[in-house]
């Protein structure tokens, strides 16, 4: 079965660059979630979208901001890195909201 | 979101049942309890969830307590694969679809 696909899987930037994650939801799933997991850290939720607008919004720096596309992938930009961003970026989908949340294999951003 | 306590730790042996529990006294009537799980350089994978009745599923059982302030994931029989950390969240359906997560409890499994 198809799963939740994260585009790039490794990251090096560096202080006060940009980046940008992407996430490919599984197919027929409208809802796209991202979380953030710092090292030894439980995932932290930062923001969805349902579609294709804003659903939720947790603890996401206005450094960042995520939008979801008509094809319902879901990009994550994230500017003026800062060394605390290095972590594990998951991306999780489902389908109409549902209970049941699938997530990808992650994006490990480093930030140096 | 009401908050869940979880132990730290819990330990088992192979092809053992595993009982996970977790306490959640400030649950609201509109909350259903999440099981995910979370294996080593893995994302979280989910597993059950309930609102008021037992259920079951291919992968585990999920036990509710009559007045809901507490619940128990059930293994039935461990596998190595079962090690990871196991989470109990608590999702309000009519609040938001966010999954928030606290500190779970993370699950070793001996041969």
């Known amino acids: 079965a198809a799963g939740v696909i994260q585009s790039p899987r490794h990251l090096i930037k560096e202080k006060r660059e940009t980046a940008t994650l992407k996430c490919y939801p599984i197919?027929?799933?409208?809802?796209v979630y991202w979380y953030q997991q710092g090292p030894g850290q439980d995932p932290q939720f930062l923001i969805s979208?349902?579609?294709?607008?804003?659903?939720d919004k947790g603890s996401i720096p206005d450094r960042f901001s995520a939008q979801q596309f008509s094809d319902y992938h879901s990009e994550l930009n994230m500017s003026s890195l800062e060394l605390g961003d290095s972590a594990l970026y998951f991306c999780?989908?489902?389908?109409?909201?549902?209970?049941?949340?699938?997530f990808g294999p992650g994006t490990r951003l480093t930030v140096t | 979101d009401a908050k869940t306590t979880q132990p730290n730790s819990m330990e088992s042996n192979e092809e053992e049942p595993v009982h996970l529990p977790c306490n959640h006294s400030?649950?609201?009537?509109?909350?259903?309890i999440h099981w995910y799980r979370q294996l080593p350089s893995q994302g979280p994978e989910y597993v059950i969830h309930?609102?008021?009745s037992n259920v079951n599923n291919r992968m585990a059982s999920l036990a509710i307590a009559e007045d809901r302030k507490s619940s128990t994931l059930i293994l039935h029989r461990a596998t190595l694969r079962d090690a990871a950390v196991y989470y109990c969240?608590?999702?309000?359906?009519?609040?938001?679809?966010?999954?928030?997560f606290g500190k779970g409890t993370t699950l070793s499994v001996s041969s």
């Open positions: 999780a989908s489902s389908s109409d909201r549902g209970h049941e949340q699938y």
């Open positions: 197919p027929r799933h409208d809802t």
């Open positions: 979208f349902y579609e294709k607008m804003q659903s």
């Open positions: 400030t649950i609201s009537g509109t909350d259903y």
């Open positions: 309930g609102l008021t």
């Open positions: 969240i608590l999702r309000d359906s009519q609040a938001g679809t966010a999954l928030i």
